[in-house]
Structures are given as structure tokens and as C-alpha cells.
């Protein structure tokens, strides 16, 4: 009998599924193209050989170190979580548009070297991620660890000249947190904050911390604070000591977010600045599909407060007069957060595209270069007829 299954059962056609990666820096997602969710959802980071610690993927202080690390890591996604032979299936690699050049060649290098995977395609996560609903048009937000980013894609193409990225994320959310605990230790310094690891405040972050609205934040301003919220017990350390954190901290620290810096930039004014800065019959499809994706993006009131802040700003005299926009309207995707993008690519990864426009190990080894939209090489006119891309 002919086998026509795939081995995840998922489908009816001879070639199996292709494995679909999304490398954040500090979440990585991993799973089969087709599929409604990612197998597994793993910190991005691996025991080094050497010291035995655990190091974070890429911070790697060289070329080499940095090739060690991702052998080491793509290998336990592969045989620990995948369970499948890397050498007889195609790879989709679901990357953001500013991904360093230097991350994406490394990625391929050790995919086709030492893996010897078959073909691999690099696909834009706010591109993608759109396919989860079906559009073409839509402003994405992406909120991840490090940095927040947003592209306005309208029919499908990313509107480059538009993006706006800022260190506003869940470094900066944990960094208030670390820093308003510092301040509690000083005035109450039995209470132990001070032995507090970057995983406790990553934890307390999650577990503890929402985002509040605008009403009440603009009262506090004024010097009118409402009631705070309640306080929580915080369980740390094998001793399970008690830590009490209190409800100032639970609601203000994703403020940061939201107070505009001596540039007046937050994640509000990046939203209204790239609709702005797109061609105006652009502007109001972009504000009716806001998407937010990243891990960021999941926490408990962060759609409604982005959405209080651009009501309010696009009143106020600072985009009054050069956006006439006063209604926002943002999509619910079949997914969470953390993991819409990677949704997005195993759609793609499901589809003729991936055999279509992927990159062929014998391609790679011919050039060993990986086309890049960068690049003015792989953007001449009738440069994708010289390449299997």
C-alpha cells in the first residue's frame, strides 16, 4: 500500500509536513506546517557544553560560539520535542523583516550544514501573521522581550517606510518591576526582594501584574489616585518564603509602556505614527485592523488600554490635525498571542508556497548566500529568475 498520509495524520499528500520555527529571543516556538499550534514553546536557550550553565541563544559572544549554541539548541527542538529526522523535511523559519542579516545567514548556515535539511524559507511574521484572519490590510503590532515593532501591511506588502520599533516590552515592564521592588527593599529591607532572579521577576510580571486604564492612570497624574488594588502573596525560593507585593506594583508597572519618553514616543504614539506616515487612502483600513501579536500583547487588559490611548491622543492637538481618524478597531486572532506568528507560518508552511519559493540545499551550497530584500543582489529586476527562491 502506498503510504499518503502525513505522520502526524494531519493531511492527504505524500510529502510530509514541513517543520515551522519561530525564534524569539527569548520564546522559541516549534511544530509541523498545518498544524493549529506549535508542538512545544521552549525558552530560547541551551546548556553550554563547557561550563554547564544555561546561555542564551543569541547571546553569543562570536561566530563560532554562536554556531555551537544554535547546533545545540536546534538539535533538542528536533530529537527531545519534534521526535523527527531533520533530513527529509523542509524548514519554514518565521523571522521579523529587521531581523539582523548575520542571525538569518547563521540560521541557514547551521540548517543546511550540519542538519542537511532539504529547503528552507524565510517568511515575514507580520505578513504572515495575517493569514490567521484571512486579510490583507492590517497594522501589526508586534510586542515580544525585547522591543516592540510595528509594520502597517496593506494587500499583503509590508509598508517598510512606515515601521517603528522601540525598546517598549517586556524588558522594560520587568525592569519597572525590579526597580519599584528595589525601592519597597529600601524602606522594608526584611522582605527579601533583593535576592529576587530574573525568572522571579519574569513570573511576578505574569502571574501578578495587569495593565490598568487610562482613567485611572490620568487620575493618579492628577494627583486623584483611586483605591489601589489588592496585594498579593508571592511564593519564592525551595523555602517558599512569602513575598508580598502590593497592588501599586501590580498596576502601574506596564505603565512604562505607555509614558512618553523626552522624544514622546510610547506604544501608543508608534501606532498613530506609522498610520501617518502611510499614504492617506491607507489610513483608515489600517486603524479598522489593528493586530497585536507577541507575548507581550497577552497581558490581562493590554488591548483595551492601547485602545483608550489612541482614542485619546487622536483628540488631542498633538494628531488632531494630521489624523482625522477617531475610531479603532482591533482583530481577535484564532491564537494566542505569543504564537500567532508562528500560526501564520505553519499556513503558509501548508500550502504550494513552501515548495514554490523555498530556498534548495543545492541553491545554498552553489552561492552560500541566503536572498535577502535588503540586499540589492536579490532585489534586481529578473533576479528571481537566476534563483530557485
Same mark, same amino acid.
Given at each position: 500500500?502506498?503510504?499518503?498520509?502525513?505522520?502526524?495524520?494531519?493531511?492527504?499528500?505524500?510529502?510530509?509536513?514541513?517543520?515551522? !520555527?519561530?525564534?524569539?529571543?527569548?520564546?522559541?516556538?516549534?511544530? !509541523?506546517?498545518?498544524?493549529?499550534?506549535?508542538?512545544?514553546?521552549?525558552?530560547?536557550?541551551?546548556?553550554?557544553?563547557?561550563?554547564?550553565?544555561?546561555?542564551?541563544?543569541?547571546?553569543?559572544?562570536?561566530?563560532?560560539?554562536?554556531?555551537?549554541?544554535?547546533?545545540?539548541?536546534?538539535?533538542?527542538?528536533?530529537?527531545?520535542?519534534?521526535?523527527?529526522?531533520?533530513?527529509?523535511?523542509?524548514?519554514?523559519?518565521?523571522?521579523?523583516?529587521?531581523?539582523?542579516?548575520?542571525?538569518?545567514?547563521?540560521?541557514?548556515?547551521?540548517?543546511?550544514?550540519?542538519?542537511?535539511?532539504?529547503?528552507?524559507?524565510?517568511?515575514?511574521?507580520?505578513?504572515?501573521?495575517?493569514?490567521?484572519?484571512?486579510?490583507?490590510?492590517?497594522?501589526?503590532?508586534?510586542?515580544?522581550?525585547?522591543?516592540?515593532?510595528?509594520?502597517?501591511?496593506?494587500?499583503?506588502?509590508?509598508?517598510?517606510?512606515?515601521?517603528?520599533?522601540?525598546?517598549?516590552?517586556?524588558?522594560?515592564?520587568?525592569?519597572?518591576?525590579?526597580?519599584?521592588?528595589?525601592?519597597?527593599?529600601?524602606?522594608?529591607?526584611?522582605?527579601?526582594?533583593?535576592?529576587?532572579?530574573?525568572?522571579?521577576?519574569?513570573?511576578?510580571?505574569?502571574?501578578?501584574?495587569?495593565?490598568?486604564?487610562?482613567?485611572?492612570?490620568?487620575?493618579?497624574?492628577?494627583?486623584?489616585?483611586?483605591?489601589?488594588?489588592?496585594?498579593?502573596?508571592?511564593?519564592?525560593?525551595?523555602?517558599?518564603?512569602?513575598?508580598?507585593?502590593?497592588?501599586?506594583?501590580?498596576?502601574?508597572? !506596564?505603565?512604562?509602556?505607555?509614558?512618553?519618553?523626552?522624544?514622546?514616543?510610547?506604544?501608543?504614539?508608534?501606532?498613530?505614527?506609522?498610520?501617518?506616515?502611510?499614504?492617506?487612502?491607507?489610513?483608515?483600513?489600517?486603524?479598522?485592523?489593528?493586530?497585536?501579536?507577541?507575548?507581550?500583547?497577552?497581558?490581562?487588559?493590554?488591548?483595551?488600554?492601547?485602545?483608550?490611548?489612541?482614542?485619546?491622543?487622536?483628540?488631542?492637538?498633538?494628531?488632531?490635525?494630521?489624523?482625522?481618524?477617531?475610531?479603532?478597531?482591533?482583530?481577535?486572532?484564532?491564537?494566542?498571542?505569543?504564537?500567532?506568528?508562528?500560526?501564520?507560518?505553519?499556513?503558509?508552511?501548508?500550502?504550494?508556497?513552501?515548495?514554490?519559493?523555498?530556498?534548495?540545499?543545492?541553491?545554498?551550497?552553489?552561492?552560500?548566500?541566503?536572498?535577502?530584500?535588503?540586499?540589492?543582489?536579490?532585489?534586481?529586476?529578473?533576479?528571481?529568475?537566476?534563483?530557485?527562491?
Amino acid at each position: 500500500m502506498i503510504k499518503t498520509f502525513y505522520e502526524g495524520g494531519m493531511g492527504l499528500t505524500s510529502e510530509k509536513q514541513s517543520v515551522v !520555527f519561530d525564534f524569539g529571543v527569548r520564546f522559541t516556538k516549534a511544530g !509541523f506546517a498545518g498544524e493549529a499550534a506549535p508542538r512545544c514553546i521552549v525558552r530560547t536557550e541551551v546548556r553550554c557544553s563547557r561550563s554547564g550553565q544555561m546561555r542564551k541563544v543569541f547571546d553569543a559572544l562570536n561566530s563560532d560560539e554562536q554556531y555551537d549554541l544554535l547546533v545545540d539548541f536546534i538539535h533538542n527542538l528536533y530529537f527531545r520535542h519534534l521526535l523527527v529526522s531533520p533530513k527529509d523535511r523542509r524548514v519554514v523559519v518565521v523571522e521579523s523583516v529587521l531581523c539582523p542579516t548575520a542571525i538569518r545567514e547563521m540560521l541557514a548556515k547551521v540548517l543546511f550544514m550540519h542538519f542537511e535539511v532539504s529547503s528552507l524559507l524565510f517568511v515575514p511574521s507580520h505578513v504572515v501573521a495575517l493569514s490567521t484572519l484571512g486579510v490583507n490590510t492590517a497594522l501589526v503590532v508586534d510586542m515580544g522581550a525585547v522591543e516592540t515593532v510595528v509594520i502597517p501591511v496593506h494587500e499583503g506588502v509590508a509598508v517598510l517606510h512606515a515601521w517603528q520599533a522601540q525598546p517598549l516590552a517586556a524588558n522594560a515592564v520587568e525592569s519597572q518591576i525590579k526597580e519599584m521592588l528595589s525601592e519597597r527593599e529600601k524602606s522594608k529591607p526584611s522582605e527579601g526582594f533583593a535576592n529576587l532572579t530574573e525568572a522571579n521577576i519574569e513570573d511576578i510580571k505574569v502571574r501578578a501584574c495587569f495593565v490598568t486604564t487610562l482613567q485611572r492612570t490620568l487620575k493618579a497624574e492628577e494627583g486623584k489616585p483611586c483605591p489601589s488594588p489588592p496585594s498579593v502573596k508571592y511564593l519564592v525560593g525551595p523555602d517558599s518564603h512569602i513575598l508580598n507585593i502590593s497592588g501599586d506594583i501590580r498596576e502601574n508597572s !506596564f505603565n512604562v509602556l505607555f509614558q512618553q519618553d523626552a522624544d514622546q514616543i510610547s506604544v501608543s504614539t508608534m501606532i498613530l505614527d506609522a498610520i501617518i506616515k502611510c499614504p492617506i487612502d491607507m489610513r483608515k483600513p489600517l486603524a479598522e485592523n489593528i493586530l497585536l501579536i507577541g507575548g507581550t500583547s497577552m497581558a490581562i487588559g493590554m488591548g483595551a488600554r492601547i485602545k483608550e490611548e489612541l482614542e485619546f491622543l487622536s483628540a488631542s492637538p498633538q494628531y488632531s490635525e494630521r489624523l482625522k481618524i477617531r475610531s479603532f478597531q482591533f482583530h481577535s486572532p484564532p491564537a494566542k498571542g505569543n504564537y500567532t506568528a508562528w500560526l501564520g507560518g505553519a499556513i503558509y508552511g501548508a500550502t504550494d508556497f513552501v515548495t514554490i519559493k523555498s530556498l534548495s540545499k543545492e541553491a545554498y551550497l552553489r552561492e552560500r548566500k541566503v536572498p535577502d530584500w535588503v540586499s540589492l543582489i536579490h532585489n534586481t529586476y529578473n533576479a528571481g529568475t537566476k534563483r530557485s527562491v
